[in-house]
């Protein structure tokens, strides 16, 4: 346990291909370039971005019944996916519900698979078209971006705004009320219109949008959906662009409905506050959490993105350890009933710990990585494997 150091031209043409991920990758991303000079729509039905959007939505998740089940039959289902798409019958089936603490209480609203798999298709279509007018430090559900990197710019921000830590420093912490829940669909829908003009596009996101409601309103998404997480980067890219270009917020990191400001003037912090919130009140029909938006001094520390931040090191949160423990032993569980593989688990465990390494974690790493061994005694994940057989063929090439 290393943690601390047959092609064919339509994706359709049977499951022999499964594996082979550049060829598709390299069709799809073809598609998306070639999507502004063609009808969006026509692109977004096609074979090969439906087999695409098939295989993104079962990654890791090769060994769950619902994706065997799906794929006995995979060139018949997508077909019918297609043809629902194309003649406007498309309509997703009921969202699975349930409760997740981890540790804090979240409704979590599961898709069918199949609809998991038109959200994908919808995806690979609309998000390089609007990647290209978000802000920069927008980090949530963005290639390239993500915790890791959200983190290392909190550090830089936080030497720029202290002055390598040589003067106080303050951020202004501030968190979305339920967001999720109060998304106003109208002016979501207002949003997208802003970069979206295909009519048909349009009406596959209402009818996603149309799936969940809060109190039988035009409200909301659901918490899970990889819609849901895209969406909330095109509906707070109006939040970016208001504090980047009117407030002139130098320092600024938004995570999902999360956000800090940095400041060396604390003044200037509390006058960011109430311009926020007039503006979500006004133009998002949002609200910041009373309680969990406020400036604080640098050097009590900071909660962000699991990391308590300090001027000079990092920890990190006993929820997010209390969290990986419960998702180790589910793994375990799982792994006993031949429901994922090692592979699997060693990826997840493998992001865990990466993520772990930008705190102080030496010997928490050591101690997780013992834990993992015990855990799953004799088990090598297939990029062990390779790592040490290429290390093998390195030292002992082949006599000519």
């Not at 519900?97 to 599961?110: E, G, H, L, N, W």
């Amino acid at each position: 346990m290393l943690f601390l150091g047959n092609n064919s031209n339509n994706g359709l043409n049977g499951n022999n291909n499964l594996n082979n991920n550049g060829r598709f990758v390299e069709i799809a991303l073809a598609q998306v370039r070639t999507a502004l000079m063609r009808n969006l729509w026509e692109v977004l039905c096609s074979e090969e971005n439906l087999y695409f959007a098939f295989k993104k939505a079962r990654k890791h998740k090769t060994l769950k019944t619902y994706v065997i089940k799906f794929e006995r039959n995979l060139k018949e289902n997508l077909l019918l996916l297609r043809r629902e798409l194309l003649q406007k019958a498309y309509r997703p089936l009921p969202l699975e519900r349930f409760i997740i603490r981890d540790p804090k209480t979240r409704k979590i609203s599961k898709s069918d698979f199949r609809d998991r798999i038109i959200h994908h298709t919808l995806c690979n279509i609309i998000e390089p078209i609007f990647e290209k007018c978000f802000i920069h430090d927008s980090y949530a559900n963005r290639k390239g971006k993500g915790t890791l990197n959200a983190i290392k710019r909190f550090e830089f921000f936080k030497r720029k705004a202290s002055k390598n830590n040589s003067r106080a420093a303050f951020v202004f912490k501030a968190d979305i009320s339920r967001y999720f829940d109060t998304v106003n669909h109208k002016l979501l829908l207002q949003a997208i219109k802003k970069r979206i003009k295909d009519k048909n596009i349009l009406w596959l996101i209402k009818i996603i949008l149309g799936n969940y409601s809060v109190c039988n309103s035009a409200k909301g998404m659901p918490l899970g959906n990889l819609t849901s997480q895209f969406f909330a980067n095109v509906f707070l890219n109006e939040l970016d662009k208001f504090v980047k270009h009117k407030l002139k917020a130098r320092f600024y990191i938004r995570y999902v409905d999360d956000f800090v400001i940095l400041h060396e003037d604390k003044y200037v912090l509390n006058s960011y506050k109430p311009e926020i919130e007039k503006f979500l009140i006004n133009k998002l029909g949002l609200e910041l959490h009373p309680k969990k938006s406020k400036v604080i001094d640098l050097r009590r520390g900071i909660d962000f993105l699991g990391f308590r931040n300090f001027y000079y090191y990092k920890l990190l949160r006993k929820a997010n350890l209390r969290k990986i423990k419960r998702k180790l032993s589910l793994f375990k569980e799982s792994f006993d009933n031949k429901l994922i593989t090692y592979d699997e688990i060693y990826e997840s465990m493998r992001g865990w710990v990466s993520y772990a390494r930008q705190a102080n974690t030496f010997r928490l790493r050591q101690n997780f990585s013992k834990q993992i061994e015990s855990k799953f005694p004799n088990e090598i994940s297939t990029i062990e494997f390779n790592r040490w057989a290429k290390a093998i063929t390195k030292n002992n090439p082949k006599p000519l």
